[in-house]
């Protein structure tokens, strides 16, 4: 059934029940004048009440799969989605560290970026936060979607960042750094944290003694920020750490698990856990302020974790499992599992491609979390893939130039 013919359908059953009150029903006083006898008279009454009900139930019915018609076709796989120039990336060319802020259709929108050490896009998708390598040591920059600039150096340390040493407060307005000695092979440093706000106050809170130290979120309602390291000079040892805005260690943990990346709110954590009895595996959803268990997510022994990432602006988890054989054999499945991870999971996409040797999947959410970008790349500045409605499974092939970042263009 099409659109036209559902409205054929409705503008019918509309004009049935405005004339329902129509219906022939015998009065009471012409049952009285015709004065059958008491059987024949409570079958007519009978009969009439059935004509009535039969015709209502009917109504409700058809009113009922008009509307689970209409749900379908907006939730369904033909729902369209399409490239939208609210959203943008940043995008490489060959040298791949020299990034250019385009629109999703490839439109220029900045000048370029040198030098690019790593990004990180804030919750709400409005900013990306640069680190780029300078003579003088990094300087950390802010990219604006809305009104397509980049900000004058915001911090400038000696120390290099530590890797992926970046977090954003929930709120948008700042990020959490951690800086300090990159150390061969490990070991344990001195490790500087920062607070910088996007208007470019900053202020060193903390030094943590440490390796592996890298930032995972800056709860700013809760003046929380959270931490994780792999290295103290207890040894080597997973370690989750809390502070207070204010430098204050409220936590600091040995935990069996490797914490990963934290929903941009702050309040939730996915770690990498093991579990009994071997090979059983599995990633944990945890309550970043608590480290109580929210959700697990098994992890099937033919397969592996290639990524998960939280959505933007939700408490949605996309895992992508994936397995690389012999040949070029490459099979991926991306699934959502909705609602902290407690929601039915569901298949967004799935890969499976044979000789396809040298190649990785990549996934990119757009800066909303409303779409993902979902494909195979070999390291080349231009992405071909999928781009895919997370709510509503439309999908559409793209080609876009391959997203290092991406970011929301409009407040």
């Known amino acids: ?11 019918e059953l509309r004009r049935s029940l405005v004339t329902l009150d129509q219906i022939p029903v015998p009065t009471l006083s012409s049952l009285r004048s015709a004065r059958p006898g008491p059987a024949a008279r409570g079958l007519r009454a009978v009969s009439a009440l059935a004509v009535v009900a039969f015709a209502v139930v ?3 019915v058809i009113a009922d799969r008009l509307t689970a018609f209409r749900g379908e076709r907006a939730a369904g796989p033909s729902a369209p989605v399409a490239l939208d120039d609210r959203y943008g990336f940043l995008v490489p060319d060959a040298s791949a560290s020299r990034l250019t802020l385009t629109d999703e259709h490839g439109h220029a929108l900045a000048g370029p970026l040198d030098d690019v050490a790593f990004t990180r896009t804030s919750p709400n998708g409005r900013y ?11 300087e950390l920059r802010i990219v604006d979607g809305a009104t397509r600039t980049v900000s004058a150096p915001l911090l400038s ?14 709120d948008d307005s700042g990020v959490v750094v951690t800086t300090g000695p990159q150390l061969a092979g490990g070991g344990v ?25 890298r930032p995972l979120f800056w709860n700013r309602p809760g003046g929380l920020i959270g931490l994780t390291a792999t290295a103290t000079r207890t040894g080597n040892l997973m370690r989750y750490v809390q502070m207070r805005d204010d430098g204050t260690i409220v936590r600091d943990d040995n935990v069996s698990e490797q914490p990963i990346s934290a929903d941009g709110s702050g309040s939730l954590l996915v770690t990498n856990a093991n579990c009994s009895p071997a090979p059983c595996r599995k990633y944990v959803i945890r309550n970043a302020a608590t480290y109580d268990t929210v959700a697990e997510i098994p992890v099937p022994s033919t397969t592996n974790v290639s990524g998960l990432w939280f959505r933007p602006r939700s408490s949605d988890l996309l895992v992508l499992f994936g397995t690389q054989g012999t040949g070029g054999s490459i099979d991926g ?3 959502l599992y909705p609602n902290k991870g407690r929601g039915a999971p569901r298949d967004l996409d799935s890969i499976s491609e044979r000789g396809a040797v040298g190649s990785s999947f990549w996934v990119s959410m757009r800066a909303d979390g409303s779409a993902v970008f979902f494909g195979l790349t070999q390291g080349e500045s231009v992405f071909q893939g999928d781009l895919i409605a997370i709510d509503t499974g439309g999908r559409t092939s793209v080609q876009v130039g391959r997203p290092v970042a991406t970011i929301s263009l409009s407040p």
Do not use: F
């Open 333 to 335: 499945r991306l699934v």
């Open 1 to 11: 059934m099409d659109e036209r013919e559902a409205r054929v359908i409705e503008t």
């Open 128 to 138: 990306v936060a640069v680190w780029q390598n300078a003579p003088l040591g990094p």
């Open 58 to 60: 009917v109504a409700l």
């Open 157 to 170: 340390v000696q120390d290099p960042a530590t890797s992926a040493g970046l977090a954003w407060a929930s």
């Open 189 to 213: 440093a001195r490790v500087n944290v920062w607070l910088v706000t996007i208007t470019g106050a900053s202020r060193q809170i903390a030094t943590y003694e440490g390796g592996g130290v």
